[in-house]
């Protein structure tokens, strides 16, 4: 094919090195170092016929990568170097000259990406150069100066195998959420019933202790005056002996209130179940916040024991527009998350003071604060509703707030879900709010120890 020089000169260049790409199977976070590269460099001192003759000797190498004194200077693709031998006289202007002539002709400019880049994102800059270099090769850098060329049909054919693998698992996730979706659904209708059966005998109790109240005072009322009409016989104070009526007297007001406490609990207990299980709604709704807070407390109340001190600083919050019933949920899983954590440090507190060498230190007391409010982000006069949940444990570092946060990202999502990342959809996607993690000293009624803030921000509209 290039035989038309004269004297052909024995190339000197080392052979092109090809590497095959990683044996194990291709995902979402593999990166450029996993595919199938050439190593081929040339002194662009080189005449262009050494580098013709390589070409020729290998079909499938992409093209030759330019050193000047060592250093990276530029890329010719093998399709670039054919298109310029084939123009009039270009065998005789490329072939017997440096490579830096074609390279200064060419003005090419290559698409440098670093190996750790991940195939995903190397397949869309790649598609953004010009559409006459899109089949030009990508050079890919390992080092400061070792840099390696991938051939764009294999950038491609990796990229399509990902997204194949992306959609089965955008499809496996919908198919998921959709049968989560209808699990919780048919779980709130279930728990709605449940509530409508208890509230029924609720309200049946509670509607008629005031009756019993009243027959109850009107009995005890008549039996005094009984009393003081005269000691009665002595049946009948031995009847009063036996049943001691003295401690009835006192007894029982006691007893219908604590019937009447009770009632209310459960009463209370089944409207916070209702409230909760509302998470298929269709419409936002006003909705008192802080009833939603207070509702999830009672629900965690057997895991908040009482060495956990729940500090309310509810500020004045208008109704808010939203789905009550998510929000709860959100509420639900970071007081958990909260829980979880202040338990698992006390945990930790109590064996690490069964040590021999362990020292006696003060240990605060584990506490989580809610706070609400109504406040202003930026100078637009923009006002939100922020829930913010701290505790005093561990504080959580910027490292592990980073990877939290992308976590939340669709792409890292569709591996996983967690309950954060479902409550971050839950306020950035459902409420148009934000979402955020940090640690905290609240200033007014400071924990003794740097802890873990969640942040909820909802527009008011």
């Known amino acids: 094919m290039f035989t038309n020089v004269d004297h052909p000169i024995q190339s000197v260049l080392a052979p092109p090195i090809f590497t095959e790409g990683s044996t194990q199977a291709l995902h ?6 996993d595919l199938s590269l050439y190593e081929f460099q040339s002194d662009w001192e080189t005449l262009g016929s050494e580098v013709a003759q390589s070409f020729e000797r290998h079909p499938l190498l992409p093209g030759v990568i330019l050193l ?3 250093k990276f200077v530029g890329m010719i693709s093998r399709q670039c170097f054919l298109e310029y031998l084939l123009r009039p006289h270009g065998a005789e202007l490329f072939l017997q000259k440096p490579l830096r002539v074609l390279h200064s002709y ?14 995903l994102v190397a397949a869309q800059q790649a598609l953004r150069r010009p559409f006459e270099r899109l089949n030009d090769p990508i050079v890919v850098q390992f080092a400061p100066q070792t840099y390696r060329l991938l051939d764009p049909h294999e950038l491609n054919i990796a990229s399509w195998q990902l997204r194949g693998i ?6 496996e996730r919908l198919q998921v959420q959709m049968l989560q979706s209808e699990k919780m659904a048919s779980l709130g209708r279930l728990v709605d019933g449940i509530s409508h059966e208890i509230l029924d005998p609720v309200s049946f109790i509670w509607g008629n202790l005031s009756h019993v109240a009243d027959y109850n005072r009107n009995l005890l009322d008549l039996l005094e005056a009984y009393e003081q009409q005269g000691k009665g016989s002595p049946e009948v104070t031995e009847l009063k002996d036996a049943i001691e009526l003295d401690y009835i007297r006192e007894d029982l007001p006691k007893t219908l209130e604590s019937i009447r406490t009770g009632a209310d609990r459960l009463s209370k207990l089944a409207n916070s179940l209702q409230n909760f299980c509302h998470i298929d709604e269709v419409f936002p709704r006003p909705t008192d916040l802080h009833e939603c807070l207070d509702s999830v407390l009672l629900l965690l109340k057997s895991r908040l024991t009482s060495d956990i001190h729940v500090i309310r600083k509810y500020g004045h919050l208008p109704p808010v527009s939203c789905f009550s019933g998510q929000l709860s949920q959100v509420f639900m899983n970071i007081l958990n998350r909260a829980i979880d954590a202040l338990l698992n440090e006390a945990a930790n507190s109590h064996f690490n003071a069964t040590l021999p ?3 006696t230190k003060s240990i605060d007391p584990p506490k989580i604060l809610i706070t609400t409010d109504v406040c202003s982000l930026d100078h637009t006069g923009n006002r939100w509703i922020s829930i913010q949940i701290a505790d005093n444990g561990a504080a959580i570092s910027t490292e592990v707030q980073r990877q939290l946060m992308q976590a939340f990202s669709a792409e890292r999502s569709l591996v996983k879900e967690t309950s954060l990342a479902m409550s971050y959809r839950i306020v950035t996607a459902r409420h148009s709010g934000k979402f955020r993690i940090y640690s905290c ?21």
């Open 28 to 33: 979402l976070k593999s990166t450029l170092q």
């Open 68 to 70: 000047e004194q060592e």
């Open 106 to 119: 060419a003005h090419l400019r290559p698409l440098i990406l670093t190996a750790e880049t991940s195939i």
């Open 166 to 171: 992306e959609t089965q698992v955008r499809l």
């Open 357 to 359: 060498q362990a020292r």
């Open 441 to 461: 000293i609240d200033p007014v009624e400071p924990l003794s120890k740097m802890g873990t803030a969640f942040e909820i921000l909802l527009p008011m509209v």
